[in-house]
């Protein structure tokens, strides 16, 4: 039985899903330069470690109305034919394997329309929700995204066109810009000598997680409680079928009590994966080792040894934590005999 390998991200309620072979990387929305001659559903460009990328917004392509952008928004990076194209989504879901022959034909409705290349290359079941298939290699043989992204590759790129996001606030515009600082001044292999931290909210605090101890990032669905179990232990939550327990760290963190976030943090102990539960997952930062400062006295007397340092983002402190070392703490270790 042959399998396809899909990228299933959200749109609007909606689930969409790309060919993974052609998936790049997923990164959170950076501030993006209009581009002038565009179609209107070519909302800007970015520099990714020095290579223009052209970002489509797939609801302006299948003509919905235009909205809002936010800081959760993600952008996934692709390339087909030779050519990179990001392409602006709500929430990238899980990478998942399709038999073949679950992969149906799309319904055809304007077969005739004069100029319009279908996207849609199929329908297919996954768990309980249709899944529609995108073919992106058709939105990168157009016309249009071909000059475009020709032009993109000038040294000095298209011109702007106006400014991006009007609407956002002086906090999301700095993130944004911060974001596309941060994408542009990275260079090819440069990533691998910085520290990459997860962006994290408890309590109105921020906490920066390093990269090396995160599996995944996932929504709190439905949580059983565990009987014997200390208040740390939220319960165990169901995960693609394997059971994980839930942990709320603020006890540990000196953080005030509060209800649980909706955000979990998916993290390696050892041989076995746990969930961390956040308010909020923020942004992936990468820092050189000049911004990451060593932590106050009162800070580490406060949160514990296991913080490693602080850094500034979008305006704000965050407190680095070591993750591993956090939960090997003995008195968060359950007496299962208990």
Sequence with gaps: MNALSFLIFELDGARFGLDATQVRETIWLPELTPAEEAPPWIVGLFSLRGRIVPVADLRLRFGHPA?????????????AGGLPM???VGEVIDVIELPAESIQPPPQFDTAAPGLDHLVAGEARA???LVTLLDISRLARLPEWQTLAAAAQLPHGPAPAGRFCPDASAAERTLFRARAMALREAAVGEESGRLGLAVVQLGGEYFGVELAAVLEFCDIAQLSPIPCCPPHILGAMNLRGDLLTLID???????????RGGKAVIARLGEQAVGIAVDE???IVYLRGEELQPPPAALRERCGAEITGTALYAGRIVTVVDLPALLAREAWIVNEQV
């Design 67 to 79: 909205r809002r952008y936010s800081p959760g928004d993600q952008v996934v990076v692709t390339e």
């Design 86 to 88: 990001g392409l602006i």
């Design 127 to 129: 768990g309980d929700g």
């Design 249 to 259: 760290p603020r006890a540990a963190l000196s953080l005030p009590p509060a209800a």
């Design 281 to 283: 997952v923020h942004d």
